[in-house]
């Protein structure tokens, strides 16, 4: 039996000056088990468990052993928390090093609760079993719903303790990710390093995630326009799925338009722009429908740690990255709408098809109409008792695997948008099973509901039970396919409470 993960480590970010990082290895714990493997994602990077001393393999992702090749660090940066500059840096988690991948890729390998760093400014350091798999759940959903996202390899059970409003089981992350460079690094040298480290901090950024712009006439203008491009179309594919990112600080703004940080995350069921979950967004700063404008904002503060870089003469620079700022609202327009047209199985463009979709979604808010099944039973024809286009017959219950009401689809403002959308489908030169089936490749039967996610997590952290969780990561798996019979409850809206759903960060 061999005892080691293949491990090919290339430490790219550990070459950088030390004003980048702490050097530091994660704290060890005191029973380490593998509670949690992601097979897929391993078999990615090049790593399998199969003739492997799997209490090694614990040990490893729970910083007690440091595998050959890894160089850990904590990696320094600050942020803007809920508008607030703030010192942060690396408090719980120990980037291991860089695995180059057996197609080339290179990403980081981060424990997420390794412990204490120097950055931990009084935590602990730890992380809780709970909100650990909670991140293990998400990102892959994230992942299987084709949004670019860090993901999750493992969750390695600590056999000690963490004090938060009650003792809870310890666990440890292994967090995969492009990089774990944020808005907020960029802070970091802009308010504490020099104009030297922040030029080297962008030139490694281009060079690892934008090597196109390496020959550009004025490179870091251009970083500045591909990394808000991303972050358009990150937050585009959030809103198209109802996802509320619930802590969207500069810390949390992956420079390689990845989705990072899970803490008080979850996703919306009935539909309001206005929906908040975190326990701490007292004001809704984050809530679902401010998540543009918090992206815009975000960027501004990143376009500002660069203004030395992108000119020399200061008014001129202030100048360039203000333009391209405000080329955000209209880039994010024509695209939220192209994607809104694409969800409504629309493939040409007319005047009237922003009017459509906001009269829709609308709809959807006064009605407080569940966001994924209403958009689902449109893709699938469920939404009448007109003959459905997938089996030529008449769709006598449509809500058995939805769980809306027949009654919401009969509301008169709703069917007089439905005929009018039903017109606008007919002008196209696709046919109706086209459209469908365009609108279910937009559109998920399957979202991670946040009832069944706390499901799975109290199965796991009250009873050790990780079968709750092994059934709903099977299902997210494939959320754009109808889901068996026997798994439509994974569809259903959660139980009516007059108790709002909250999150919370597990710090």
């Known amino acids: 039996m061999s005892r080691t993960l293949a491990w090919k480590f290339d430490n790219s970010y550990a070459k950088l000056p030390e004003a980048f990082y702490v050097r530091q290895d994660p704290v060890p714990v005191r029973a380490p088990q593998l509670a949690v493997w992601n097979h897929g994602l391993a078999s990615e990077l090049g790593l399998s468990l199969e003739d492997v001393d799997k209490a090694h393999v614990a040990a490893v992702l729970a910083g007690n052993e440091v595998p050959e090749g890894a160089v850990p ?18 408090g719980r988690a120990i980037l291991l090093g860089e695995q180059l991948t057996p197609d080339g890729t290179r990403v980081d390998i981060q424990l997420k609760g390794s412990g204490r760093t120097r950055f931990s400014r009084g935590g602990d350091g730890r992380a809780a079993l709970g909100p650990m798999l909670r991140e293990y759940i998400i990102s892959e959903a994230m992942h299987a719903l084709g949004i670019p996202t860090t993901r999750s390899l493992a969750v390695v059970a600590t056999g000690e303790p963490v004090y938060r409003e009650r003792p809870l089981p310890g666990a440890v992350l292994t967090r995969v990710a492009a990089s774990h460079l944020r ?17 080297t901090l962008a030139d490694y950024t281009i060079q690892r995630h934008y090597p196109q712009l390496g020959e550009a006439d ?47 995350c979850a996703f919306m069921d009935s539909y309001s722009i206005q929906t908040v979950f975190s326990s701490i967004d007292h004001q809704g700063r984050y809530a679902y429908g401010n998540q543009p ?14 203004l030395p870089l992108i000119d020399p003469d200061q008014q001129r620079a202030m100048d360039d990255a203000t333009t391209v700022l405000r080329s955000f609202v209209e880039i994010f327009q024509r695209r939220w709408h192209a994607e809104l047209r694409a969800k409504l199985g629309l493939t040409n463009e007319e005047p009237d098809d922003e009017s459509l979709s906001q009269a829709l979604l609308r709809w959807m808010q006064r009605q407080s109409a569940d966001y994924t099944n209403t958009w689902r039973r449109l893709a699938t024809g469920s939404h009448s008792h007109e ?26 403002e709703f069917v007089a948008w439905r005929d009018r959308w039903q017109a606008r489908l007919a002008r196209q030169d696709i046919s109706k099973n086209e459209a469908l089936a365009l609108m279910r490749s937009k559109n998920p039967a399957i979202i991670p509901r946040n009832h069944r996610v706390e499901e799975a997590l109290a199965a796991a952290t009250d009873h050790g039970d990780l079968s709750v969780m092994q059934r709903l990561m099977a299902v997210l798996a494939g959320p754009y396919d109808d889901p068996p019979v026997e798994s439509g409850e994974y569809t259903e809206p959660p139980p009516s409470s007059n108790t709002p759903y909250r999150t919370f960060c597990g710090t």
């Not at 660090?73 to 690396?90: K, R, V």
């Not at 815009?296 to 740690?305: G, I, S």
């Open 73 to 90: 660090l904590a990696q320094a940066y600050a942020g803007c928390q809920f508008g607030h500059f703030t010192m942060l840096g690396d």
């Open 183 to 199: 808005v907020g690094t960029f802070e970091y040298f802009a308010n504490f390093g020099s104009q030297v480290g922040l030029r």
């Open 218 to 264: 004025r490179p870091y203008l251009e970083l500045l326009k591909a990394v808000m491009e991303r972050q358009v179309d990150l937050v585009i594919r959030w809103l198209s799925v109802g996802f509320v990112h619930g802590v969207m600080n500069t810390d949390n703004m992956s420079i390689a338009g990845e989705t990072i940080d899970y803490g008080p």
């Open 293 to 306: 404008q918090i992206v815009q904002w975000n960027l501004a503060r990143f376009a500002e740690t660069l």
């Open 387 to 412: 003959p459905s286009a997938q089996t030529g017959q008449a769709n006598a219950e449509p809500g058995s695997q939805c769980g809306e009401s027949d009654e919401l689809f009969q509301d008169p």
